[in-house]
Structures are given as C-alpha cells and as structure tokens.
C-alpha cells in the first residue's frame, strides 16, 4: 500500500524557515512527479510546488516563489519543501502528493496523497 507521509510542520514566527520532509514507500518513487500543495482554513486545497522525476523540471505557486524550494532525494524515496521568509499567510495543512504524470501533479489531480502536516505562521 503506497504512502506518503510527511514531516516538519510547527508554529513559528514570520520570518522564520522550515523543512518540510516527505517519505514515500510501496512506489517507484523514482518514476514519480513529486508535489507539495496546501489549504488554509476555509480555503481551496492549492499547488505550491512540483518536481520531476529526475529534479530537472520543478515549478512554483507564485505565491512562494523565491521563498520555497522543492528537492527530493531518490535514494531516500523522500521529497522536501525548504520554506523561507515565512508569512502569515502561508498559514495552511501541507499535503505531499505525487503521481507518474506532471500535468497530474501541477493540476492537482494526482494518484497519491499524503496525511498533511499544519504549518502555523504568527506574526
């Protein structure tokens, strides 16, 4: 049974960073476009981050860009989101995803997802 389960969410201040992890198993997840979305309360679960299989291809929200930076390790069947200058209203439940398609990963309708992790900024 695939899972995808992250790590690395808390409460910090704006301005702060973190690192969210995610751990794949039961895939090939070096066949896998990897992403990273989110949803704030009483919002829309949105993309934030994707990359490909290889780490070649990556693209961001433009909300983060600049600020996150989406990386995977293969060999560790896990993928990260550094977040940086963190803002208030980067505020939500991050979800892992990942699936065989980009187009999948960037549309939001992907085969995999993961439990979440709340990420909590104050100002």
């Known amino acids: 049974q695939v899972q995808l389960v992250e790590n690395g969410g808390g409460l910090v201040q704006a301005g702060d960073s973190l690192r969210l992890s995610c751990a794949a198993s039961?895939?090939?997840?070096?066949?896998?476009?990897m992403g990273w979305f989110r949803q704030a309360p009483g919002k829309e679960r949105e993309f934030v981050a994707a990359?490909?299989?290889?780490?070649?291809?990556?693209q961001y929200a433009d909300s983060v860009k600049g600020r996150f930076t989406i990386s995977r390790d293969n060999a560790k069947n896990t993928v990260y989101l550094q977040m940086n200058s963190l803002k208030p209203e980067d505020t939500a439940v991050y979800y892992c995803?990942?699936?065989?398609?980009?187009?999948?990963?960037?549309?939001?309708?992907?085969?995999?997802w993961g439990q979440g992790t709340q990420v909590t900024v104050s100002s």
């Open positions: 995803a990942g699936d065989q398609r980009w187009s999948a990963v960037v549309g939001g309708a992907v085969t995999y």
């Open positions: 039961a895939l090939r997840f070096n066949l896998y476009t």
């Open positions: 990359i490909s299989w290889n780490a070649r291809t990556v």
